[in-house]
């Protein structure tokens, strides 16, 4: 088996992605482009030895699909301990509700979010009550 261990957010504009992503989640950004000759933001998503991924920010190479095209890309979902909480800093911070939060019976609550940037993610919180 193989494990995703990187994880990239492509924007369109990166700043308001870095603004966004640090209000609602709390992440930090290192730049990281001089590493790699072109612009591109380290995510650090947490501390280690904490379970998780860090991944990377950079420029849209190309143009997002049109709203109600479906995703094109893989699609990572973050784990939190309160889906209402977060749920609302999202809105906050500038995203929209892309499918709402719905029970993983007897598991957890799930729902789906667009960044500022167009981008699908999803909002996971385990709940062995949520039905």
């Known amino acids: 088996m193989y494990r995703v261990v990187h994880f990239e957010i492509q924007a369109d504009d990166l700043q308001r992605a870095m603004t966004f992503y640090s209000a609602v989640f709390g992440w930090r950004f290192q730049d990281y482009s001089p590493v790699v000759d072109a612009p591109y933001w380290g995510v650090i998503t947490g501390e280690d030895p904490d379970p998780g991924i860090n991944g990377g920010l950079l420029p849209r190479p190309a143009a997002a699909p049109a709203p109600e095209q479906g995703t094109n890309a893989f699609v990572c979902t ?21 499918l709402p939060k719905y029970a993983l019976t007897g598991m957890a609550w799930q729902g789906y ?19």
């Open 113 to 131: 979010f667009l960044d500022t940037e167009g981008n699908t993610f999803g909002l996971h919180v385990p709940d062995p009550r949520a039905a």
């Open 78 to 98: 973050i784990e939190a301990d309160d889906f209402d909480a977060v749920a609302e800093r999202i809105l906050a911070a500038g995203g929209r509700v892309a």
